[in-house]
Each structure stands twice: as structure tokens, then as C-alpha cells.
């Protein structure tokens, strides 16, 4: 079994007020305490390897939650790369090209930006990085846990020394809130075009998918989703 953890780095100088894909900004005083509440919340938990997009947020929010393990590299984790609407707002995107800005809200899959990506090329990114992810932590021939009769259903709690005894694998993978929502559709098995309307990704919000052997990067199951409790306080919801 594969237990992957996705986290979005924590808040940076751009705030939410711009697309800045590419962009390669630091955290701010706010985003590295939104790093170090996810750390707190994941400490005791055993995490078998961290994989982060190699842009500056993303690899700082890694470090962070790491707490001096090693931090793996994967460019396949970049953001999306909005072209010449980098570092614009949607205000101003509309003013400069309302009607391609109309026909990437209705399909962000095969629509992308002047100089940009596509949602659908993000995806490849995804699948080829969740293709490689499974084939590393669950090589074929590995001896495959009995499944459980219903699946979806709740296992329990299950302690650490069950899943050691499981040969559970369990990977951080930090990256961006626009990759996030597309690996979750790849994941997920749902239709690419619909990443901005059915996912949320706050920052440094823990969701997670698990992988059982054998199944394809389509094939996961969904655990947890966009889980923001640890920067919560009392009598506030817990989620984004």
C-alpha cells in the first residue's frame, strides 16, 4: 500500500492576489508558520520519503515540515505555467483577453494562456510523476496485502507498528495549488476540465490518497481532502 500525503506550500510575498505560477517567490513570516503547524501536526507520524516541486515556496514549505529529513526534487511538480497572465490579476486579464479568459473558464483543460500551459499538459506532468511514484514504492512482484471486502469502507485506527507490519509506504509530496487539483483529478479519474470547480487546495492543507498494488496512477482512493485543522483554533472550522 501507498499512503501519499499532498500539501500546497504555505502563503507567499503574492499573497492570493495574482497568477504567479512561475513566479519564484518566497514564504512569507505567515507562510512559514503555516509550515511549521503542519509539521507539529505530522510529528510521530512515519513518513518514509518528502518529494517537493523545486520552486523556492514549495521547497521551503518541504524543509520546514522535513525537520531535517531529506527533501527529494521532482520539476514534474512545477506549477502551472500561466505564460504572458503571470503575475496578473484576473481583473486585468479579462481587460487584455476577455474572450480567451471566457473560453479558459469553461474548459482550463485544453485552453491555456499566451506562452502558457494547458490543463491537460499539467495532467501528463501528474500521471507521468504518480506512474514513476508507484512503480518505485510498489515495484511489480511485490506481495500484495489481502484487500478488504468493502474497500471504501473505514479501516479503523490503525497504529504505526500495523502499517510497518503492512508494508506501508507512506510519501510528502509539497507542491502548488493548481498542480495539486489537477493530480487530484488524474488521480481520482475525473475529467480535467473540471480541476477548478470540484478541488480545493489551501495552503499547507494535508490531503491524502492511498494506492493498494496494482492499481494505476487513475486508481486511488481518497482518504482526506484539503484538511487545514492544524491552523485552526478552537471553535473554528476545520476545514478550508
Known amino acids: 500500500m501507498l499512503t501519499l500525503l499532498l500539501t500546497r506550500h504555505g502563503m507567499t510575498t503574492a499573497g492570493d492576489v495574482m497568477l504567479g505560477g512561475q513566479l519564484d517567490l518566497p514564504l512569507t513570516s505567515e507562510g512559514r508558520a503555516q509550515a511549521q503547524a503542519l509539521a507539529r501536526r505530522l510529528v510521530g507520524v512515519r513518513i518514509d520519503r518528502i518529494v517537493a516541486s523545486p520552486m523556492l515556496r514549495a521547497l521551503e514549505t518541504a524543509q520546514t515540515v522535513a525537520t531535517g529529513r531529506p527533501v527529494g526534487i521532482d520539476d514534474r511538480l512545477r506549477e502551472l505555467d500561466y505564460g504572458q497572465w503571470e503575475s496578473l490579476t484576473y481583473a486585468e486579464i479579462d481587460d487584455r483577453d476577455p474572450e480567451l479568459r471566457a473560453r ?137
Open 104 to 240: 479558459w473558464e469553461n474548459d482550463p483543460a485544453t485552453t491555456h494562456s499566451p506562452g502558457g500551459e494547458s490543463g491537460d499538459e499539467v495532467a501528463a506532468r501528474a500521471y507521468g510523476f504518480l506512474r514513476d511514484l508507484l512503480a518505485e514504492e510498489m515495484p511489480t512482484g511485490a506481495v500484495a496485502r489481502r484487500r478488504s471486502p468493502d474497500p471504501g469502507g473505514s479501516r479503523g485506527s490503525v497504529s504505526e507498528s500495523q502499517a510497518a507490519a503492512e508494508g506501508q509506504k507512506r510519501v510528502l509530496v509539497v507542491a502548488h495549488g493548481t498542480f495539486n487539483r489537477i493530480l487530484l483529478c488524474v488521480a481520482l479519474g475525473i475529467p480535467i476540465r473540471d480541476y477548478r470547480r470540484r478541488f480545493l487546495q489551501d495552503q499547507t492543507n494535508l490531503t491524502v490518497l492511498r494506492y493498494e498494488i496494482d492499481d494505476a496512477p487513475n486508481g486511488a482512493q481518497l482518504v482526506l481532502l484539503n484538511d487545514v485543522s492544524h491552523l485552526r483554533g478552537p471553535g473554528e472550522a476545520p476545514w478550508g
